[in-house]
């Protein structure tokens, strides 16, 4: 059983990032698809996590707590990445030149 709720979150989380590589693909058109995907995977990582964070909170917990915490904040950022590159990727946008990325 945990095996099959593993791959069930996996692709919660692949469907969150594709939604969150859309969303960025309407939010920052003139960024590139990289950075596009970074912000995407950045806010699903600290979303995802936000509740641990609330809970360590609300129960005093010591520094190494919150670093266990930004770890797995830091994980699932990257698992996220290459799937919202793959949607950030679809549809190209002129680069705005004054942007070094």
Same mark, same amino acid.
């Not at 996996?10 to 970074?38: E, T, Y």
């Given at each position: 059983? +945990? *095996?099959?709720?593993? *791959?069930? =979150?996996?692709?919660?989380?692949? %469907?969150? +990032?594709? /939604?969150? $590589?859309? *969303?960025?693909?309407? %939010?920052?058109?003139?960024?590139? !698809? @990289?950075?596009?995907? &970074? #912000?995407? @995977?950045?806010? =699903? &990582?600290?979303?995802?996590? =936000?509740?641990?964070?609330?809970? =360590?909170? +609300?129960? %005093?917990? +010591?520094?190494?707590? #919150?670093?266990?915490?930004?770890? $797995?904040? $830091?994980?699932?950022?990257? /698992?996220?990445? !290459?799937?919202?590159?793959?949607?950030?990727?679809?549809?190209?946008?002129?680069?705005?030149?004054?942007?070094?990325?």
């Amino acid at each position: 059983m +945990a *095996i099959v709720s593993g *791959i069930v =979150l996996l692709a919660f989380l692949a %469907g969150l +990032a594709m /939604l969150f $590589g859309f *969303i960025a693909n309407v %939010g920052f058109k003139r960024s590139s !698809p @990289a950075r596009r995907a &970074g #912000y995407a @995977a950045a806010a =699903l &990582g600290v979303l995802m996590t =936000l509740p641990a964070y609330v809970a =360590l909170a +609300a129960a %005093g917990a +010591a520094v190494v707590s #919150y670093v266990g915490v930004a770890v $797995g904040t $830091g994980l699932l950022s990257a /698992l996220a990445f !290459p799937l919202a590159l793959v949607v950030t990727r679809r549809k190209p946008v002129e680069p705005d030149h004054s942007v070094f990325d």
